[in-house]
């Protein structure tokens, strides 16, 4: 016959586990953490996400996109102009067809892959078709359709070129420009671009 000792002990045993539990399978997650909660990519889209960028703009002796927060902008700008949409985007399908070659020829999802195998995918994507040389946004020639690779990569760019960091640390920057001088040697800007 139980009493109300024993009751009280396995009550206290069975909250205790009920507790417990969760946080120790969440311990066994070996998915790395984001560090920050995306509004528009599913967890799996926003790892993808860091790791593309990651590998396309590291941390050198420059800030990289994930310094600069490349990664939480182009979430807030998917999350901005695709609010009423609840259908499965471009970005989207590019990002999980990336992942499925990825998987196809390394056994794994792009952001758990080495950084050679990153480096691999990069390097025969860049074989895709180019942006043609544009006047005043019409394309010089005929422009052939342009894939998930080049789009994002172009995404990324605009995002960590247009950062207040980069536009202030890394490019030239004078917030009050003077007059134009359309013959200005490189040297005079330490051999950096203009951020505007």
């Known amino acids: 016959m139980l009493n109300r000792r024993d009751v009280l002990r396995n009550i206290s045993w069975l909250a205790g586990g009920a507790i417990i539990t969760p946080a120790l399978l969440h311990g066994c997650n070996n998915e790395p953490a984001l560090g920050w909660k995306p509004a528009f990519f599913s967890d799996d889209e926003a790892r993808f996400v860091t790791a593309y960028i990651d590998t396309l703009l590291p941390t050198t002796d420059t800030p990289g996109g994930l310094d600069v927060g490349v990664d939480r902008f182009i979430d807030k700008v998917m999350a901005a102009t695709n609010a009423d949409t609840d259908e499965l985007l471009p970005m989207q399908t590019g990002i999980r067809d990336f992942d499925e070659d990825a998987r196809t020829r390394f056994g794994k999802v792009f952001h758990e ?12 994507a860049e074989k895709s078709p180019r942006y043609q040389p544009a006047v005043w946004g019409t394309a010089v020639g005929e422009q052939p359709p342009i894939g ?41 800007t330490g051999g950096r671009s203009w951020s505007l």
Do not use: C, H, N
């Not at 950084?115 to 390097?123: E, I, P, T, V």
């Not at 789009?151 to 007059?179: A, N, R």
């Open 148 to 188: 998930f690779y080049r789009s994002f990569k172009s995404m990324v760019l605009w995002g960590y070129l247009s950062s207040e960091q980069i536009g202030t640390e890394v490019l030239v920057y004078d917030p009050v420009p003077g007059e134009y001088d359309g013959d200005m040697p490189l040297s005079a």
């Open 113 to 124: 892959l080495e950084a050679d195998q990153r480096g691999q995918l990069f390097s025969d």
